[in-house]
């Protein structure tokens, strides 16, 4: 059986392009890998009817890359190129301390939190992610395969972004890929709306990705480094090193830009406003509707994090001195504490208590009623309780496995299809609209498979469903 390798690669210097595209054809076969240089990549192999088709669609996918600017290589030539993460150093506050009910080390240096009625949850640049209860029991452990850059929930679903450019869908008992960001992306923060993520990057830019994992639009900010993305059902507010801009979510289409002449390390969102955090000790209140300045909180040094509580009356930032703040709505500083466990990358309120993720790996519960902070600004708090894993707690790693299943009487069935050159998925029950695509993870998609799903949800804006719960494959 004959066999053709091409091997081809596009690293630019000066930019952020630093992947590989690898053609294998054996006889009617053709495997495709693709990914970051210095990376094994993802493969997908198709077969053709015969050898000379499958000749051709090599012939196509080589030819395709090459106008994009790929050229021939030799493999192990270029390394992996490092990816890019916060500096990790903080300065001790010399402020009073704050009453931390509890804190849990995490092992790693930590920017991804996220916060509900039921968990919060801890994701650190070793790849861990953690579930605890609010009395800081731990309850789940997910090893992910590369650092957490952070945590977004959208509606019932959580979701991981990470430095492999992939975002896993934690909602299940394993992890799952939900999207894939292009290999060459470096990816420094994530919002998600409705099932459309919104991705901010080193290079500046700002892209839309749709429920599909299918591209919507990009956009290149005035700046780089963009720390700060925000969604809504209207807009993506994109944070980077001279400002912020709006975006409208349909079509990337600007409707304004607000020069801050600060580079902005942190974004927040409230119905009304956005939250921009910079490194000149700011954090910023911006009307969504036109970006003006609505109100300036001043901190003491450069501002790591920002959170507000749920009716914007509070609004609290995180500092790299390890200080967290708290301000009233017009900018008046109500008070400045200690955290006792490095800076706060990430924070998050919720019923009276602050929630943080530090520079030394650690998730701390900050009790900010006012009379557990009026107690800590007089010197009075309780010792914080620290929290351990037990040695027993499973650790759970991402799987394409599913259970098999006989039984359809457990849930909704879908089917796998293909659509041109798309594996799509559509629910089979005659009660579901045949003609919208349910969002599913991708590496589980086979043509002709059906499947059994939990529950099956539509999108809040209509027009496609979203698997919900345990995934089965029926037999």
């Known amino acids: 059986m004959s066999e053709q390798v091409t091997y081809l690669e596009l690293s630019e210097d000066s930019g952020s392009a630093h992947k590989f595209y690898e053609v294998v054809r054996s006889g009617n076969r053709v495997t495709v890998t693709y990914g970051r240089i210095g990376t094994p990549g993802q493969a997908k192999t198709s077969e053709f009817p015969t050898e000379q088709a499958a000749q051709t669609a090599a012939a196509k996918k080589i030819d395709a890359k090459v106008r994009k600017g790929y050229a021939p290589a030799v493999r192990g030539v270029r390394q992996r190129r490092a990816v890019t993460r916060r500096p990790t150093t903080s300065v001790r506050s010399t402020a009073?301390?704050?009453p931390v009910r509890w804190r849990f080390a995490s092992g790693a240096a930590a920017f991804g939190i996220f916060v509900d009625g039921d968990r919060c949850w801890v994701g650190n640049q070793r790849g861990d992610v953690y579930t605890l209860a609010h009395d800081g029991a731990v309850t789940g452990h997910f090893r992910l395969p590369d650092g957490v850059k952070c945590i977004v929930a959208d509606d019932f679903w959580i979701y991981a972004g990470c430095d492999d450019g992939k975002v896993y869908d934690l909602s299940g008992k394993v992890p799952r890929v939900a999207y894939e960001i292009a290999a060459d992306v470096d990816i420094y923060w994530l919002d998600i709306d409705d099932a459309v993520l919104g991705v901010s990057d080193r290079a500046g830019r700002v892209t839309a990705i749709d429920h599909e994992d299918e591209f919507q639009w990009a956009r290149s900010g005035d700046g780089d480094a963009g720390w700060m993305v925000r969604c809504?059902?209207?807009?993506?507010y994109h944070g980077h090193s001279t400002g912020v801009a709006?975006?409208?979510?349909?079509?990337?289409?600007p409707q304004w830009s607000r020069p801050l002449r600060e580079s902005v390390l942190f974004g927040w969102q409230e119905r009304g406003a956005v939250?921009?955090?910079?490194?000149?000790?700011?954090?910023?209140r911006l009307a969504k509707s036109d970006g003006t300045v609505e109100a300036v909180y001043r901190c003491d040094a450069a501002v790591f994090s920002c959170a507000t509580s749920?009716?914007?009356?509070?609004?609290?930032?995180?500092?790299?001195?390890?200080?967290?703040y708290c301000f009233d709505q017009d900018g008046t500083r109500l008070w400045k504490l200690a955290t006792g466990?490095?800076?706060?990358?990430?924070?998050?309120?919720?019923?009276?208590?602050?929630?943080?993720?530090t520079t030394a790996g650690t998730l701390a519960c900050i009790d900010a009623s006012d009379q557990a902070i009026q107690a800590a600004v007089q010197g009075s708090v309780p010792a914080p309780v620290d929290v351990k894993a037990a040695a027993s707690l499973p650790t759970v790693e991402p799987s394409t496995h599913v259970e098999i299943t006989t039984r359809v009487d457990d849930g909704i069935l879908v089917e796998c299809y293909q659509d041109g050159p798309r594996l799509r998925v559509r629910v089979t029950h005659p009660d579901y609209d045949p003609t919208w695509h349910v969002q599913f993870p991708k590496h589980l998609r086979h043509p002709g498979a059906t499947y059994v799903v939990d529950t099956i949800r539509p999108a809040t804006h209509g027009t496609f469903y979203r698997a919900h719960g345990e995934i089965r494959r029926l037999h």
Do not use: K, W
């Open 232 to 236: 809504d059902g209207d807009a993506v």
């Open 246 to 253: 709006r975006y409208a979510a349909s079509d990337g289409r």
């Open 275 to 284: 939250f921009a955090a910079t490194a000149e000790h700011n954090v910023y």
């Open 96 to 98: 009073q301390q704050a």
């Open 310 to 324: 749920p009716d914007g009356r509070y609004v609290f930032a995180g500092d790299n001195h390890s200080s967290v």
């Open 341 to 357: 466990c490095g800076s706060a990358f990430s924070m998050q309120y919720l019923d009276s208590d602050l929630y943080i993720v």
